[in-house]
Each structure stands twice: as C-alpha cells, then as structure tokens.
C-alpha cells in the first residue's frame, strides 16, 4: 500500500477472482445483453414491491458472485456495500442473508468503486483476504423516492438519466494463489466537487467536474497518462455530461482519446431504440453491472488489459434540493488489470 | 494489521490527535456537558432547517477537530463519515466545506464506530496518514425522518430512544511524531443480527443481540477478557437494551461487570430529571459526542486507560418497517487505549 496525493497503489494488487451482474429487462435488450449473468424479463423481478426487486437483484448477484469465486459463502469474510436507497436497505437486507460481518458504504453512484476500493485496501493490507463488494439499484425504487413513482407518468427533459435495474457484485481476494482474474491495480478517492448546478434532471453536468478532477488527480498522483489505459470509463455521466467531462480535462492538459474514453450510461442502452432512456444510464447498479458484468469478461477474454472505472456520484437527497442545495458530487477511480 | 476472525488488531496503534463534540441544549442540561466543546442553547442550531442545523453541528465538530489536532485544515487527507439522513446530506454537506477526499459511510448509530474503525486501518496501513472520522444527529431530523415531526407532538411508549443532538469527530494519525492521545488498539466489525423484532419504538431491545454478538466476537478473537477493559460502552441499547446484552453475554460465558458496561445513551442524560428522554440517547450523535467529548478527556486525563466502544446501529428504514421487515441491527467495536 503506497499512498500518493489521494491515489492508493496495491502492491499486492488483489484479485477479483469472481464477478456477477444481474439486471431487468431493459438492460437485457441493451447490446451488453450476453454479458450479464442473469437477465429477468419482467421489472418486478417477481417480487412484491420494487424494494423487495432491488434487493433481489443485489441477493442474486452476491450468489453468483460467490458461486463463481469457487468460494463458499463461509469464506467471504467481509461485505463492503451500498446503495440508493434510504438508509441502504438493499444493501444491509443482502448483508443479513450473507450472514458476514458489513461495512455499509454511500457515494450515490459511485458507490460501486467506494465499495472496490475499500475492499482491495482491506485485502491489499491483510485486514482481510476475501471481500465482497456490491451495489445494485432498481429504476422503480430509485424514481419513486428521487422523483415521482414511475406509474404517475410524469415527463423529464432529455438531459435526464434513467435508473439502470440490475445490480452487480465481485469477490476480492489475495492474488499469487493461482487465482485468474483482474488485478486491483489502484483507486483514486475523489472529493466532492459543486459548482452550483441545481438541477436534478441534469446530473451528467453536474458530476461532469467530479469526474475529471478525480481522473486528472489519478494522473498526477500516479503518473500514469490517459494512453496507459485501454479504456476509462465513467459511470454515469451519460450524453451529457461525458462531453462536459472531456472538455475538463483538455483543459488541464490531458487529451482524451474518445475510442478509449466512455461512459457506463451510454454503454448499457441502446439509446437509439431504447428512447426512454434520454441521456443514457444512471444509478448504483449501471456501474456495477457494467464493471462487474461486462468489462471483467472482455478482460479474461483478453479484449481489454487496463481499464480504469471511474463511478461518479450524485450525493444529493431530494430535500436537499427541496431545500434549495446545489448538488455535491464526486467521484472514484479503480484501476483494474489483466496479467497474461 | 493483523485480522483474527472479524478483529483488526492495529500494529501502529494510529493516535486520535484531536477530538471534538458539539451538542444541543437538552445534552447540555446532561451530566457530560462540561466535556462537551461547544453547546448550543437552542435547538435549532441558529439555522433555518432541522437538516441544515445537523450539517452544522457536524461541520463545527470537524472544525474544533482539526484546531485541537494542531493541524492545518489542508493536511487532511481523508474524510470518512456518514449519518443517519437519507443520502447522508450531513455528512457530504460538511465533506464539500473541508474539501478533502471522501469516503460516506452508513451504519446507522454505528456509522461513529464504523467511521473511527475505517479511518484506524487507513492510518495504520499507510493509506493516509491523517484522516478525519466523523457523525452527527438532530433529534428533530430523525423524528421527522423515521416518525413524525416533533411539532406533531406524537406520543411514544417508554421503551422508545431519543435522538440526541450533537456530533462528535476525530482526527486520527500516525503514532510515533510526539502525538498525545488515545491510540486505536483494535477494532471488531459487526455482522447483522436480526432476532425479527418489528417495533421502531423498541430498537435498544432490537439492537441487544448485535451488540452482545460484536462484543463475544471481539473476545473471542483478541484472547482478552471484559476485565481487560476499563469501560466497555454500548452506544445505544439504553435503558432496555443494556441489560438484555448483559444477559446475552452473560450466557455465552462473558460476566459483564455493572460498574464497567454502560451504554452512551444511558451516560449522555439525567433521565431522572430529563423525563422526555424515555429510555434513553440514540442516534449518531450520541456515541461520537460521548466518545470524541467525554471518554477521550477522561483519557486524556488519566481517569480511564482502556475503553471499549460499541456503536450500534439499527438499520432499518421507515419503508422497510412500513413493508412489514424486521429490524436488521449492526455493531462496530474499537478499542481506545491511552499509553502512560
């Protein structure tokens, strides 16, 4: 564990030695389909009310995740999660059924990499050897307690996002036991930035600046530059706000290859079928699903080597807005590679 | 860093540099007042809104922390806090004022402990070298989230908490520069234990079984014994959860001297002359102001060498226990000890 500015470096470099996504069915007619361990074809999720869904999701993606570590569930020591919810009641319902002692985590969003980071700063530095990490969220929990319950059919302007259902979870253990899987390489914690932007129908604006402080500050504290990287990808900054980001960084000084630089929000839907998505992707489980789900398989498939996550998150409530806030947000990076 | 079961015993013992609480006037009128930073005589916190009154609380405490630390606000390089408000405001609110990397954290009353036990590791593990860990509650936001507004002057039965109103935050750094101050010896991470109870009403009774489990475990796994401390304090089972957990440790073999186990929520009021407290403290606020104020002077004066605190938390929210869900509860043990 090597510290510099705020980038934490492994040097042990923890492995994700299993990973799962779960996701609704809007994902499931996105083009990261065949990526996802699991797809329902209803937004119920069979289940009774859309918080019961939510947890499902998140239960479901743990399972598999264990399942697929070729751990058992006694073996995971440690859960590290989070959620939209609140008070994170997905999240500590899914702690009571995996029955390990909990850390709940909240960025909002970005709680998919706070939870990462966390855990591989556990299992880097011997406070544990194997984590779980997870994050999850529903379009229906999310809509009815940030905005109005989808079934009222109230309208947004195109620069809203839409809450991606699915969740996503990864065990993290200690590598050099012949464990395959992508390497933790390191994680940026970010800090909150505001520019004053109000307006909870346009987050991908107002994380735009949280992102790319978060992702110039991995630069500097590492050295590293963007070329490093086969892929950085934000999560959820969406059509809007990923323009926004780009800009940003330009300006001090990192030219952003836009082959190599995207966006979870953008990746998961088809925004050209799937209109009401509008600006693209958003919520807990957008990252999560699309690290834990699709980016770990193009890593062992070998497509990607490097890739750097950068969840960003909106950490505003909707009293705080209601009492006239602008809205905090921030943003952390985790650095995932694939040793051949 | 050495794990055992669900324990990090900390090799560098990070230092607690500087702590500070501030409070509300129902705490003030309470026997801990005089160790108390600051006490505010109204309840309104010379704000406008319950939520903005909590936010500063928080942030007064972050600000008399650092000052008693003797460290410039800029030499922090980490914040880690959360709270009990939906989306944590309060704590990403006081995050964007010190402007430093921010990691959020939700454990309900065990977000203080769960705060203070994150920020030891990062200390201890070269993941920082000073970190600032931080809560806060306001009874009228909690009322006003989890029942009903105070001004609706709802009656409770005797079993129920009151919210206290105040915070508590510590800087935590490396051990060895000179630093005076309880060093953080060891820390036990909780699991959930849900033994079905329903009622918001009754949470001490709720809470008892995990703080009964937090404790055995970090018996069980250091080898020490209760005798091995000064003061072990439950934060907060009050009047009706206190001694459920003594008899549930009590049967696991644990005698729990009376003399040496007290609980924050029990030590923080007159309960005699302070009827409205009912059975006694809750909330966030609670453990952080009676550890970060009272305990660490009591070290600091010499009146107590080795304090356990166990924060616990009651992790449900009004939508799960309005969804029929029984409570799930937390708790997070870390041990302070002061070195002669």
């Not at 994050?135 to 905005?147: D, I, L, M, P």
């Not at 402080?213 to 963007?226: E, K, W």
């Not at 806030?325 to 650095?335: D, L, M, T």
């Amino acid at each position: 564990m090597k510290l510099t500015g705020q980038t934490w470096e492994f040097d042990t470099r923890p492995v994700l030695i299993g990973s799962a996504a779960v996701v609704g069915p809007d994902e499931g007619q996105g083009p990261l389909s065949p990526d996802f361990d699991y797809v329902y074809d209803n937004l119920e999720i069979n289940e009774k009310t859309w918080e019961k869904a939510e947890r499902r999701l998140l239960e479901q993606a743990a399972q598999l995740a264990v399942i697929k570590s070729g751990l058992d569930k006694e073996q995971i020591q440690f859960y590290v999660g989070g959620d939209l919810m609140n008070q994170i009641i997905s999240s500590t319902f899914s702690a009571r059924k995996l029955g390990v002692p909990y850390l709940g985590v909240f960025g909002a969003c970005s709680t998919s990499m706070e939870s990462l980071a966390i855990s591989a700063l556990m299992v880097d530095t011997g406070a544990a050897e194997r984590v779980m990490a997870g994050t999850g969220s529903h379009n229906c929990t999310a809509e009815k307690q940030f905005r109005y319950p989808t079934e009222y059919g109230s309208q947004k302007p195109p620069t809203a996002q839409y809450t991606v259902t699915g969740a996503g979870c990864g065990v993290i253990a200690k590598g050099g036991q012949g464990q395959t899987g992508p390497r933790i390489a390191r994680a940026t914690i970010g800090r909150i930035m505001d520019l004053g932007v109000k307006d909870p129908f346009n987050m991908g604006a107002a994380m735009a600046p949280a992102a790319a402080d978060t992702i110039a500050a991995h630069f500097r504290d590492t050295g590293l530059s963007p070329d490093y990287y086969d892929l950085i990808v934000t999560g959820d900054l969406a059509s809007v706000g990923l323009p926004i980001a780009q800009e940003l960084l330009e300006k001090e000084g990192y030219q952003m290859d836009e082959t190599k630089f995207g966006d979870c929000g953008l990746m998961i839907y088809n925004r050209e079928k799937q209109k009401a998505v509008l600006a693209g992707g958003s919520g807990c489980g957008c990252s999560a699903a699309v690290t834990y789900g699709h980016l770990v398989k193009r890593m062992l498939q070998r497509e990607l080597h490097k890739v750097l996550v950068v969840a960003t998150g909106s950490l505003h409530s909707p009293l705080s807005v209601q009492q006239g806030e602008s809205i905090p947000c921030i943003a952390h990076a985790v650095a995932l590679e694939m040793e051949d």
